[in-house]
C-alpha cells in the first residue's frame, strides 16, 4: 500500500519517526543499553560474580588495590585479593591485606610475571555490594537479563497472542468464545500476580522465569489481534484470498496479520517494559533468575536494607535508576511508534 | 434489562470457574509434601504428608474437593502456621482495604484534577509538565518508588516514618498510600487528558460554545461529564493494579495487610496461603468489574445491547 505521496506507509512511519525528538532519544538510548549488554564483558572490570569480602560495602568512586591470581576452577576468571601494599622479593610477593595482616604468595601462582600484569589499582565507578562484587560491572550483565526477559517473554506472548487473537478474529462462533473465556480468565489476575503464580508453578530459574512472564502477558496481544481480524475479515482482499482458494492459515498469516502488524508492534513495545518491570519485581521477591545470575530486581533487593540504615544508597539508587530510564525510554519509544503508526495523526 | 444481568452474572460464574481451576495449581513443581518435608524425610512421613494434603488422590477429585470447599469458604490451612487461611485473609483485609481505598481515592482526584489542568491548556507547559511526570510515574514500579520515598522522605529528610501500621499514627499512611496511588494517578491523568480532547473536538461542544456559553462553563458542565466515562473505566480497572501493588508496598512498609501475608508465604513457598491471597484479589477484581460493568448497563443502553 502507499501514501498520497506514493511514499511506501512504513517508510512514512519511519519518517514520522524521526521527527519526534523523544522517540529518537529512546532509540538512541536503547541502541546504548543494548550495546553495553552485548559487549559486557569487554566494558566492565571484573566478571559479575568475583567477590572480594575485604571489599564489601564501598561507596561509588571506591579505588581498590588488588593483585590478580591464577584460578585453577576457571582460568579465564582470576581470583582478586585485596592488598594495602606489595613487595616482590625473589620468586615470592609479599603483601599485606587491607587490614595490615602480612602474606606471601609464589610468583608463579598469579597472573603474569610482572607487577603490570598481576597488580592493579581498579576503580569501583559505582562502589561495592555486601559481597565485595563491583556494582557496575553488576549493573550491566543485569541489563543483560533484563534485556533478554523482554525480548524472549514478549517473543512468547506475542507468539501466543496472535495465534489465539487470529483464531478467534478469524474463525468467531465457538472458537471465539472459548478464547474469549480464556481471555478474560486470565484477565481476572493482576498480571504481576499471575507471573507470581507462574513462577511458583514452574520454579526457581533464568527459562522459567521467562515462561512465566510470556504465558501471563498475552492477552492484550490477542485482544488487538482479534479485533484488527474482526475488521481485515470483511475486506475484499481477504475475500479474494478465498475465492483464489487458499488455505485459513496461509489467508491467516500471509495477507491478514501483516495488516495488523502497526497495533501488535506498538503493543509490544509496552509489554517489553512491563517485562522487565515483572522480571525485577520477580526477583525483588527472590522467584525469578536466581543468583549468583545479578539481576536488577535482585540488587534492589540487596541493596534495601541498607536504606534504612541511611548507608550506601547507591546499592538500591542505581540498579532503580537503570530500570527506570530503560522502562521510560521503551515507553517513548513506544508512544513515538503509536504516533508515527497511527493514520489518524496528521501528517507534519 | 434482567436478561442482561442473567447473562453478566453466569459468564461471571464461568470465569471465576476458570480462575479457580488456574489459583489450584498454584503449587511448588514436583511433589509439594517432599518440598516442604525436605530431602531427608523418610518415604513413610511423605506419603501421610500426601494424604493429609489430599494430594494421593486423582487430579479432578482434588479439584472438586477444593471447589467444594472453596464454597463453604474454606482456603485450607497454612503450611508455615497451620492456621487457617480464610482467617488470615479476613483478619487483614482491614489494612489492606484501607491502605488501597485512600490510594485510589487520592490517585482519581489528583489524575483527574491534572488531566484536565492539562486539557484546558493542551500543549502549553503545564500540559508538558502533566504528560512527562505521569510518563515518569508510569515507568517507574511500584516497589521502586516506594523504595526511593523510604530513601528520600523516610531518611533522608525525616518527614515520614518508613515503616509500621496506621495504629501508631495517621503520618505511616502517608508513604505507602502515595506510593501505591503513583501509577493508576499517571495513568488516570492521561486517560483525562486524552478524553477530555477528544471531547472538546465534539459537535456538541462547538454547539455549546456558538450558543454563547463562556468556556469554563461548556469546559466544566458539558465536556468533562462526557469524558470522564472512560476514566470510571480505568478507575474500576487500576483497582486491581493496585491490589497486586499492594503486596510489595506492604512488604517494603511493613503494612499488616493481605500483601504482607502472602509476600510472606512465596518466600516460603506456603501455597495454600499464596493461593488463597491469590484468589481472594481476583475475585475481588472480577467482582470490582462486574458491578462496574452492571453500572454501565444501567446508565447506558448501549452497552446492554452489544
Known sequence: MTSPTGESLSRLAWRRLRKNKGAVIGMIVLGIMIVMAIAAPFITPFDPSTQILEYSVKPAGFHGKVIYKKNLADPNVPSILAVSSYEEVGDSVFYRDPAGEPYRVARSTLVGTDPHEYYSEPLFLLGTDRFGRDLFTRLVYGMRVSLSVGLISESIALAIGIFLGALAGYYRGWADDVIMWMVNVVWSFPTI????????????????????????????????????????????????????????????????????????????????????????????IGLGVQPPTPSWGQMIKDGYGYIALGTNWGMTLFPSLSMAIGVLVLNVFGDGLRDALDPKTSQR | MINYLLRKILYTILVLIGVVVVTFFIRPPGDPARVLLGQRADSASVEAMREQLGLDKPLPVQIGKYIINLVQGDLGRSIATNRSVTETILERVPATALLALTSIFIATVLGVLLGVTAAW?????????????????????????????????????????????????????????????????????????????????????????????????????????????????TVSAWFAGLLAGTYFIEFIFNWPGIGLAAFNAIEKLDYPMIQGTVLFTAVVFVAVNTVADLVYGFIDPKVRLS
Open chain 1, 193 to 284: 500476580l499471575l507471573v507470581v503464580a507462574f513462577s511458583v508453578i514452574l520454579g526457581k530459574g533464568y527459562w522459567q522465569t521467562f515462561v512465566a512472564i510470556g504465558i501471563s502477558s498475552w492477552v492484550d496481544i490477542a485482544r488487538i489481534v482479534r479485533g484488527q481480524f474482526f475488521s481485515i475479515r470483511e475486506q475484499e482482499y481477504v475475500e479474494a484470498t478465498r475465492a483464489l482458494g487458499f488455505g485459513s492459515m496461509r489467508t491467516i498469516f500471509r495477507h491478514m496479520l501483516p495488516n495488523a502488524a502497526g497495533p501488535i508492534i506498538v503493543l509490544s513495545t509496552a509489554g517489553f517494559a512491563t517485562a522487565i518491570i515483572a522480571e525485577a519485581s520477580l526477583s525483588f
Open chain 2, 121 to 233: 491548556k493542551p500543549n502549553t507547559w503545564v500540559d508538558t509538565l502533566t504528560l512527562s511526570t505521569s510518563l515518569l510515574g508510569i515507568s517507574l514500579p511500584a516497589f521502586v518508588v516506594g523504595l526511593l520515598f523510604v530513601l528520600f522522605f523516610g531518611v533522608v529528610l525525616e518527614w515520614f516514618p518508613n515503616s509500621g501500621y496506621i495504629d501508631r499514627g495517621i503520618e505511616y499512611l502517608v508513604l505507602p498510600m502515595v506510593t501505591l496511588a503513583i501509577r493508576p494517578l499517571a495513568i488516570i491523568a492521561r486517560i483525562t487528558r486524552a478524553s477530555m480532547l477528544d471531547v472538546l473536538g465534539q459537535d456538541y461542544v462547538r454547539t455549546a460554545r456558538a450558543k454563547g456559553l463562556s468556556s469554563r462553563k461548556v469546559f466544566l458542565k458539558h465536556a468533562l461529564r462526557n469524558a470522564l466515562n472512560p476514566v470510571v473505566t
